[in-house]
């Protein structure tokens, strides 16, 4: 019930600033892309539609993701608004709880919003429903599954350390997550320890490579169901270990 | 039993780019505050008053020592719930309004949906905010945040009230509810740990004090031992001031046609002599006790600095 009401809460104060306009900015932007791409490319508007989908939606997913959701704890920590909350029967962990799922439910709504913003432009520049949508609507699934794990990664660093170096890290670790790939195959090239040490760091980045399915939906490719249910399995571990740490984190918080 | 039970609680804080500097922010001390007690708890900035009430409320936790509030450890959920907290300068979510805000405080306490939006109105009028209470928080000037905290620090009807500087920021006729309120609290049976600088307001509220000074100590007492005879009695006559009296006094201050003057109490009588003599009407002979201010400069040694001590 107190996680409910703390959530309740986040979403209400996410919605009062504005950050639910993401989703009307990206409307306008894919509106004017669907009309410019309808007249200047020529059989190729699908695909160039649903790049620039989903490379927004991601952009502006990971921006309210992070500024919201360094400022969970960070900023109360800051302003002091925590005080009033601490000081009732809030267990700490409920409260970090709360803050998440206000945000990840913000987020949800934000990329839902953003997905069908996405399909409304591709009726536009081809009209009927099309099977190879289910797959679009996939992509928007793993972008939102994205999104959760870099909100828990803010809320980790936000309950250490302040909200800009909070940020700097999220963002960071959402680069270095893109190229999770690369970087596992470079750690095994090390030897000893640290061929260890290499291939621990690696795992511990977010895989966020895996989720990139982008440039094959784009190609009317599909997606193998096995991919959705290793990538939703993922998603929910890697989120919940990284929320487990923030609870941790915080629960050793001094608030001075 | 005493309803809020400190032994020796004590804060070090590490500092420095290794954390190996250490700051006594609280050195180790011991006090018990009782049922129905308004306790004072006052000291200069920086006496370490916030911290302890911050430790007090498990927001920060302490290097060594103990504390306990009604029977139980600090940091338990179950006695959280009968406190109320008031921190210093107080922000809070201010896109809500002021009704908004109470709700939400509501909820985490626990009170039950039935009758939580009388409550809510009840206490927004008891701080004179009724009218303010669809507003948003963002509009609300220092005195008016105030007051919002301290409803929502008797919101739930704690038994125990900690408030951190509830004076501050408060013109005099807002100070005045705020001292009016806290009478009330205490009428109701409350039990209310407040910190201050003011050391009026301790002196017209408390029952009993403690005064903190970088970090330690320095006394705790009933208000009337602690501000007791000086030692001193203040006369007071009309007409002119006497030749034979000025060995005697150690203050004079003439207005009008009325002189009054200090002498200590063993001259008392030799100066009443003086004056029936001269048959000078006599006004009034009163103790004088020292103030709370007197005793605080004491405990802190701050003669040096006034500027610190608002009385």
Known sequence: MTVLTIARSTFREAVRDRVLYSPAVFAVLMTGAAVLVGQVSIGIERLVVINLGLAATTFFGVIVAILVGIGLVAKEIQKRTLYTVLSRPVARWQFVAGKFVGLAGTLAINGGLMGLGLLAALRYVSPGFSGADVWVLVAVYFILLQLLMVCALALLFSTFSSPLLAGVFSFALFVLGNFAGELREAAQGGVGWTHHLAVGAAYLMPNFSAFSVAAGVAHGESIASLLIWHNSIYAVTYTGLVLCAAILAFEWRELQ | ?311
């Open chain 2, 1 to 311: 039993m005493p309803i809020i039970e400190i032994l020796g609680l004590e804060k070090t804080y590490t500092t420095g780019l290794f954390r190996r500097q250490r700051k006594h922010a609280l050195h180790a001390f011991s006090l018990e505050v009782y049922a129905g007690e308004v306790f004072g708890f006052l000291g200069p900035n920086g006496a370490g008053k916030s911290t302890t009430i911050k430790l007090l409320m498990g927001l920060a936790f302490p290097s060594s020592g103990s504390a306990r509030i009604l029977g139980m450890r600090i940091g338990d959920p179950q006695v959280r719930s009968q406190l109320g907290f008031l921190p210093e300068q107080p922000y809070f979510y201010d896109h809500l309004t002021a009704r908004e805000l109470l709700e939400y405080y509501a909820q985490l306490s626990g009170m039950e949906a039935k009758g939580r939006a009388r409550r809510i109105c009840e206490v927004l009028q008891r701080v004179g905010l009724d009218g303010a209470a669809e507003t948003a928080l963002r509009k609300f000037s220092k005195g008016m945040l105030q007051r919002v905290g301290l409803a929502q620090a008797i919101l739930h009807n704690p038994r125990v009230l900690f408030l951190d500087e509830p004076m501050s920021g408060l013109d005099p006729l807002g100070r005045r509810e705020i001292r009016l309120l806290i009478e009330e609290l205490k009428a109701e049976g409350k039990t209310v740990f407040f910190s201050t600088h003011i050391l009026a307001d301790a002196e017209a509220l408390c029952d009993r004090v403690a005064v903190l000074h970088a970090g330690r100590l320095r006394g705790v007492g009933a208000v009337c031992d602690l501000i007791g005879d000086a030692g001193r009695v203040e006369l007071v006559w009309r007409g002119r001031n006497l030749v034979a009296m000025r060995p005697l006094l150690q203050e004079t201050h003439i207005s009008g046609e009325l002189v009054r003057g200090v002498v200590l109490q063993a001259a008392q009588e030799q100066a009443l002599e003086i004056l029936r003599c001269a048959s000078v009407p006599l006004v009034s002979l009163t103790p004088v006790r020292t103030s709370l201010e007197e005793y605080y400069l004491r405990q802190t040694k701050l003669e040096a600095q006034p500027q610190e001590v608002r009385a």
